[in-house]
């Protein structure tokens, strides 16, 4: 909470700094207008949980529709909810109008919406877990914004977390299937392993998105410059980004240094295979051991080599976060893709660049930086965009805007082969 509301007083700082701007502060957010879709879920249609829906066309939400995925604590009263018709787990899905009514109403005792204080605390529960989805029309409206400012821009950066690689078997943080989400659930809280995204396959298994794709060939046309991940699933690297245009913030699970020269070692499997042979070595500031049980091949050396990857209580390596800090100065642009920017330093690195920066944010959940993508430039058009969904679906429109339809079909139609050489990069755990 103290985080949030430090992040709020950042962006009115933020926004009194750039007082001579416009801005819809005023707007509530997920005005954003009609629909949503995700490209499994095109042919889906969702009825809408509110069970009043006023909404024209009645409560069957079309996949294009803006809606509102959501997920509470289940509740053992069940005679005491009557406003919502709560699915199974706790999940519901509603018209973005819909969901705004009913927040409405548990802040309003004079709404018409009468609410029991059980579904009160299952509908403020499941705001923490609100996924949004943006209308099918208002995506491609941005999609060919974004398009236009990332091609147009001198310096634009890239930053990405889990939410780019749930499409490829990653677990998400928060979010209505969020790993924090159930942790928060079980009411466990310990810390041991929780900086990283629970993934639903072997590592090794995963192989880069559409969107992870569509980075590589911006950075090969030279439309992005640099990427900073939170992610550790190794697959921008994996994807053809080259070791100087990435900075790893959280680490590599297929990158492992030696504890004594810092020699680095990328693998072809996860390095997190510990060893009897070698003794572990408790970190003192996460209290994981991070050997991984081999040792550095450098003539004289023989180093123990220990796991990238950043947890929870470890320092960021001086390096990448250095690499980072030095690519976010000098952005004028930066596209942030399914990440909450909830952890530091995503929230420094994202405003870092040139002034004004254009901040363009997509994913399914909201972020402390949202108002700012919406500030008006001199030209009175938004600096930036804000878009709520699936990362892939708007990176597809955005590189049907950006590559001719034969270079966009010769491209997306490589994906085959380019299958085959991930898997010639990647080996099971040794
Ligand atoms: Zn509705
Ligand atoms: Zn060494
Ligand atoms: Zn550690």
Redo the contacts with the bound molecule.
Sequence with gaps: MEFWQSQCKRAKFYKSVKSSWKTELGKELPKLANMATSADQNEKEFLCCYKDCGVTGGRTLAAEDARVDVRAFESKSKQKVKVVDWQEGGAATFHRACWSELLKATKDSTSSISLSDVERSMILDAKKTAEYHDSKSSVLHEAKRIAYIIKNSRHCIVFTGAGISTAAGIGDFRGIDGKWTKRDKLKNYGSKGAGQAASQKPVEQLRPTYTHEALFKLMEMGVIKFVISQNTDGLHRLSGIPADQIAELHGNSFIEK?E??E?RYERSFPCRKKSTAVPEKKCPRCRINHRTGRR?S?PG?Q?FLMNTIINFGDYLEKDVIGGAQTQATMADCVLALGSTLMVSPANDLVLMGQQPIRLLICNRQTTPYDILCLLKGPDDQPVGSRVFGDCDILMKQVMSELLTPEELQSWEGGRKDRLVEYGLKRTTVR
């Design positions: 030696c004594e020269c020699r550095c450098q050396c180093g």
